[in-house]
Nanobody, 123 residues
Framework: QVQLVESGGGLVQVGGSLRLSCAASGRTFSSYGMGWFRQAPGKEREFVCAISWRGGRSTYYADSVKGRFTISRPNAKNMDLQMNSLKPEDTAVYYC????????????????WGQGTQVTVSS
């Protein structure tokens, strides 16, 4: 059974930092790219960032998080998201996902999803 499990969410003040982790299991993910998406109440799920596995681990970021968030992938089954300088608008449920092909920012391209972890940034 394929599982993606996020951890590391919580409550943080404006300007603070959090580190999210995603652990994948149940199959080989060496040919999969992985990404983070988020969904705030009343809003659609939106792309945050992604990282490939083949071809040098290219990274991609939404403009809203560029320079503040850093995605990393120490091995094929684990992915981290370092979030710095957090803002209230970063408050959302964060999901990790895995994709074998397709457009990195398109949630429909992702085959596997975690259950999500809540990030709340208080002002």
């Amino acid at each position: 059974q394929v599982q993606l499990v996020e951890s590391g969410g919580g409550l943080v003040q404006v300007g603070g930092s959090l580190r999210l982790s995603c652990a994948a299991s149940g199959r080989t993910f060496s040919s999969y790219g992985m990404g983070w998406f988020r969904q705030a109440p009343g809003k659609e799920r939106e792309f945050v960032c992604a990282i490939s596995w083949r071809g040098g681990r290219s990274t991609y970021y939404a403009d809203s998080v560029k320079g503040r968030f850093t995605i990393s992938r120490p091995n094929a089954k684990n992915m981290d998201l370092q979030m710095n300088s957090l803002k209230p608008e970063d408050t959302a449920v964060y999901y990790c996902a895995a994709s074998r092909e397709g457009t990195y920012y398109d949630p429909d391209a992702y085959e596997y999803w975690g259950q999500g972890t809540q990030v709340t940034v208080s002002s």
